[in-house]
């Protein structure tokens, strides 16, 4: 059973950088795409990037040019720096794995079947 632990949140001024992680046990990623997703309060879940096994990725408009995923396969990590931090980014940040994806998609609408417990990132000054 494919487990996912993120960590890597906290309190971040705005313009500020923090590094997720999210720690996958149980089996290895290379049959998984991997996705964060972002949830404000009062607000629906949200996708931010997903990355599949052969490295194609994928962002929100919203993060791009601020955010990147990547991926230890050695370690079965992923990980997403997250950079430019606005306080509209604050929200509890999840990680999930799917392996419904293909070589050049990956999803970020929130229909993953995995999910960590998530980890609060909050932007504020």
């Known amino acids: 059973q494919l487990q996912l632990v993120e960590s890597g949140g906290g309190l971040v001024q705005p313009g500020g950088s923090l590094r997720l992680s999210c720690a996958t046990s149980g089996t290895t990623l290379e049959h998984y795409a991997i996705g964060w997703f972002r949830q404000a309060p009062g607000k629906e879940r949200e996708g931010v990037s997903c990355i599949t096994p052969n490295g194609f990725t994928k962002y929100a408009d919203s993060v791009k040019g601020r955010f990147t995923i990547s991926v230890d396969n050695a370690k079965n990590t992923v990980y997403l720096q997250v950079s430019s931090l606005k306080p509209e980014d604050t929200g509890v940040y999840y990680c999930?794995?799917?392996?419904?994806?293909?070589?050049?998609?990956?999803?970020?609408?929130?229909?993953?079947?995995?999910w960590g417990q998530g980890t609060q990132v909050t932007v504020s000054s």
């Open positions: 999930a794995a799917t392996r419904t994806y293909s070589s050049n998609w990956c999803d970020t609408r929130p229909v993953y079947g995995y």
